[in-house]
C-alpha cells in the first residue's frame, strides 16, 4: 500500500491512477480535471508513454497547470509494467513532483493506453479512475475486467459522441452500474458542465476520505470472474474470481511460482527513468 502513516494526517498527497484503452481520453479528462480544480487544490500530474513526452506534452500546451507540475515517464514497455508490475519511475517521478512543488494536494497518475486488463498497483495510487469512451462502442462495457468492474471508479468518457457512433449512453451506463455491482459510473463529456461537476465532486470526495483515514487502496487485481473453455457452456453462471497457481510460462517450458500470470504477460518490468 501507498505509505500513508496515520490515519489522521497523511504525510503526502493522495494519488489518483488514471487507466484505461489507447484513445479513450484519459489525457483530455485530466486536463478537465485540472481546468476545474487548480482554483482550490494543489496538483500534479505524471504521464505515462511508452517512447515519448506526447502526453506530458498535450497537458502542458494546454496551460492547465504550471509545466513543470506536469512529468512524464517513458515505460520503454508496455504500460502496464510500469504502473503495475514495476512501479519504480512512477514513484520516484511522484515523490520528486512533491519534494519540488509540495506540499501537494493531489497528484494524478495517467497510465500510458492499455487493455482492458490494466490497472494500477495499490503500492503506486491510492484510488484509480478506469477510462472508456462510447466511440469504442457500446459493448465493451460488458466486456469485463478488473478495471471494469473494481476501480474505484468507472467512468465513460465522451458522451457527445453518443449519437454519431449509434452507441446509447444511458444503457451503457446502466450495463457499467451493472458489471460493478453499483459502485459508481460517471458518463462524462468534458462539454457538459453537469457531468464535470459530478467527477469532480468524487474526486473531491475521494480526497476528503483520504485527508480523514477513511479510505483505503484496494487491488482491482490482473484477474476478473471468468470461467475456462474446457468448462461444460452449463456451468457458465458458476464463473467466479479466483487466482492461478501456475505463472507465465516461458520459452523454456518453464513457469514462475508466484500466480501472476495474468498481471506479467510474460513480460520483462519496465526499466524506465523518470521524467524531468
Not at 502542458?60 to 508496455?78: K, Q
Not at 510500469?82 to 519540488?100: C, G, K, S, W
Not at 468534458?190 to 467527477?199: C, F, I, K, P
Request: aromatic residues 4%; glycine residues 12%.
Amino acid at each position: 500500500m501507498p505509505e500513508n502513516t496515520t490515519a489522521t494526517a497523511p504525510v503526502r498527497a493522495m494519488r489518483l491512477g488514471v487507466a484505461g484503452p489507447v484513445g479513450t481520453g484519459k489525457s483530455s479528462l485530466i486536463a478537465t480535471l485540472c481546468r476545474a480544480l487548480a482554483g482550490e487544490l494543489r496538483l500534479g500530474v505524471i504521464t505515462n508513454d511508452i517512447y515519448t513526452d506526447e502526453d506530458a506534452r498535450f497537458l502542458r500546451s494546454a496551460g492547465v497547470l504550471d509545466p513543470e507540475r506536469i512529468r512524464p515517464v517513458e515505460t520503454g514497455a508496455c504500460p502496464h509494467t510500469a504502473i503495475r508490475d514495476d512501479v519504480t519511475a512512477n514513484l520516484l517521478a511522484a515523490e520528486d513532483m512533491e519534494a519540488d512543488f509540495g506540499p501537494l494536494d493531489l497528484v494524478v497518475i495517467e497510465s500510458g493506453g492499455d487493455n482492458l486488463t490494466a490497472t494500477f498497483s495499490p503500492a503506486l495510487v491510492d484510488a484509480q479512475l478506469f477510462v472508456l469512451d462510447v466511440a469504442g462502442g457500446g459493448d465493451v462495457v460488458r466486456k469485463g475486467g478488473p478495471g471494469i468492474a473494481r476501480a474505484d471508479l468507472l467512468v465513460i468518457n465522451k458522451t457527445d459522441l453518443g449519437p454519431y457512433v449509434g452507441v446509447d449512453v444511458a444503457r451503457m451506463a446502466r450495463e457499467g452500474r451493472e458489471a460493478r455491482e453499483g459502485s459508481p459510473v460517471v458518463a462524462l463529456s468534458r462539454h457538459d458542465e453537469a457531468s464535470v461537476r459530478t467527477l469532480t465532486d468524487w474526486v473531491r470526495d475521494a480526497l476528503t476520505r483520504y485527508r480523514t483515514g477513511n479510505h483505503a487502496p484496494v487491488d482491482p487485481g490482473p484477474m476478473a470472474p471468468h470461467f475456462h473453455a474446457d468448462q461444460d457452456a452449463g456451468d457458465a453462471g458458476d464463473a467466479h474470481p479466483h487466482t492461478h497457481a501456475h505463472g507465465p510460462t516461458h520459452p523454456d517450458g518453464t513457469t514462475d511460482a508466484d500466480g501472476t500470470a495474468d498481471a506479467h504477460h510474460g513480460h520483462a518490468p519496465a526499466n524506465a527513468g523518470h521524467g524531468a
